[in-house]
């Protein structure tokens, strides 16, 4: 049973001049539940999303169930939408050395085209503005309040700011963030995601293969289909003329597990979404205060567990401490100390321990050591898991 409604209610922008509680900058799943959240609270809050409501996202659309107490609390009615569930996970070198592993904590998966629209028409029932079609193009701190600018001109003020922005944006930038300069320096990826028609995939079953110098991660989602989304060394695109479908033949297809999904399963939708300049760089929570969650506060690395489970459960952190600000408990200062400290405690380590798997896969002789390895000592294969995921909240 689909839930999506036809059409996001329209919310009338407040005027211009009214100060909100809270300006988001940013529509997805984290910036998404966070305004949420805070209109529930009976907060006034603002949301910015470039893009218009429904739409797909580069993601691997897979939600661990840490999160799930937490979606149903502020509304999404999860037990009514027949979400595949998956409790298995099969992860492959690029020669086809599988590893075979119960995946004990599990995860649902859902597109964001679903989840986000619905996401968006909750918020907007509680009383969130959300401003679709809107491009941010400055934000800045002044007399204790922050002057948010969009495309056109106009401006909005808030006493908050949160940024949920994703890996990268022209804020990125505006803000002169520490991260760029290395970024520019480093390994570079880009990421591709679409669905494919596998009539027979399990609909309890992930599934990750490493290829030269990238990994591909294959999941069930609503209606039948496989969410197939892959990250890869921008090298890979770039020596084979840029082209994701000659990259596809050239490296993907070697390893014999991934070949037959790529070959002969047929592509559902819209063409390939593509995002590239994607850095696994050291980010910060807060930048000339403008509170950071999700991707802009740290690029999580698909081996982290998911990105979608984390952004989530960064909203919940920061929806406390901001309550705790604008109820007057708490200055700006220790806002920004206190939310910094509990988000380094709360992810830091799933985010690290992502980025240190995420330098084995892709690298076709250590990938195998590593699988031979883990199935030799199935109790190291439930630590690292563990490491990847959280606990529900």
């Not at 401003?131 to 001109?153: H, M, P, R």
């Not at 459960?313 to 705790?324: E, I, K, T």
Request: aromatic share 8%; charged share 20%; with cysteine.
């Amino acid at each position: 049973m689909s839930v999506l409604p036809s059409s996001l209610p329209r919310t009338a922008p407040k005027t211009l001049t009214e100060l909100y509680d809270c300006a988001i900058i940013g529509g997805g799943v984290s910036g998404l539940t966070l305004a949420l959240q805070l209109a529930q609270a009976g907060r006034t809050v603002v949301l910015f999303e470039k893009e218009t409501y429904p739409f797909h996202r580069v993601c691997g659309e897979y939600i661990s169930m840490e999160n799930y107490d937490f979606l149903c609390r502020i509304g999404v009615p999860l037990a009514e939408m027949n979400l595949p569930k998956m409790t298995r996970f099969t992860v492959s070198s690029p020669t086809g050395e599988a590893l075979h592993h119960p995946l004990d904590i599990g995860g649902l998966g859902i597109t964001r085209y679903e989840l986000d629209q619905l996401l968006a028409r909750l918020a907007v029932q509680h009383g969130a503005t959300i401003q679709e079609g809107t491009k941010v193009t400055d934000v800045v701190f002044a007399n204790e309040q922050l002057t948010i600018t969009v495309a056109g001109g106009a401006t909005y003020r808030a006493r908050t700011a949160c940024g949920a922005w994703g890996k990268h944006a022209n804020l990125d930038s505006k803000l002169k963030r520490s991260f760029l300069e290395s970024s520019r320096q480093g390994r570079q990826f880009v990421a591709v995601k679409y669905h494919l028609q596998v009539p027979d995939f399990p609909r309890d079953l992930v599934e990750m293969h490493n290829f030269k110098d990238g990994y591909c991660g294959l999941s069930p989602v609503p209606g039948g289909l496989t969410n197939c989304s892959y990250i890869s060394d921008v090298r890979n695109l770039r020596a084979h003329g840029n082209s994701v479908a000659e990259m596809e033949r050239q490296v993907l297809m070697q390893n014999p597990l991934l070949r037959p999904y790529l070959q002969e399963a047929q592509r559902a939708g819209k063409p390939p979404i593509v995002i590239s300049q994607i850095t696994f760089r050291e980010r910060s929570t807060v930048e000339t205060h403008v509170l950071l969650l999700g991707d802009a506060a740290g690029t999580i690395a698909p081996l982290a567990g998911n990105g979608m489970s984390m952004g989530m459960n960064a909203s919940f952190l920061l929806y406390g401490l901001l309550l705790d600000y604008l109820d007057g408990r708490i200055s700006r200062p220790e806002l920004e100390q206190q939310y910094t400290q509990a988000w380094r405690r709360l992810l830091l380590l799933r985010i690290t321990a992502g980025r240190l798997i995420h330098q084995f896969f892709g690298r076709p002789a250590l990938t195998t050591l590593a699988i031979r390895f883990l199935k030799r000592i199935p109790g190291l294969t439930n630590q690292v898991l563990k490491l990847t995921h959280g606990k529900s909240y």
